[in-house]
Nanobody, 125 residues
Framework: VQLQASGGGLVQAGGSLRLSCAAS????????MGWFRQAPGKEREFVGT????????YYAESVKGRFTISRDNAKNTVYLQMNSLNADDTAVYYC???????????????????WGQGTQVTVSS
């Protein structure tokens, strides 16, 4: 599965952005999807995940209540809606796909099998 992330950019603190991640195959609908981010000089960190059906999602504490993940399996696309952005949200954001029967920890990057190229989000204060 090839993943293409888009929608990043420069936004003022308090603003919103919606990232998209388009998959190349219809098998997308069978994968659990995750979003991660990596700020300069820091390790990649978990942002959130959504189940293959879209019925279950989990978020990092740092984004809970501000970020929402959704997916449209008919369009082979997963979204990350980001609201109330602050400078700490500045990072490169990556989408990733995890095999449907994976037993790995959904918050661990090593549990994901396919990765998009990343899109830069910069929040100005």
């Amino acid at each position: 599965v090839q993943l293409q992330a888009s929608g990043g950019g420069l936004v003022q603190a308090g603003g919103s952005l919606r990232l998209s991640c388009a998959a190349s195959e219809r098998t997308f609908r069978t994968y659990h999807m995750g979003w991660f981010r990596q700020a300069p000089g820091k390790e990649r960190e978990f942002v959130g995940t959504i189940s293959a059906s879209g019925g279950i999602s989990y978020y990092a504490e740092s984004v809970k209540g501000r970020f929402t993940i959704s997916r449209d399996n008919a369009k082979n696309t997963v979204y990350l809606q980001m609201n109330s952005l602050n400078a700490d949200d500045t990072a490169v954001y990556y989408c990733a796909a995890r095999f449907p029967y994976s037993s790995g920890n959904y918050a661990s990057s090593s549990s994901y099998d396919y990765w998009g190229q990343g899109t830069q989000v910069t929040v100005s204060s």
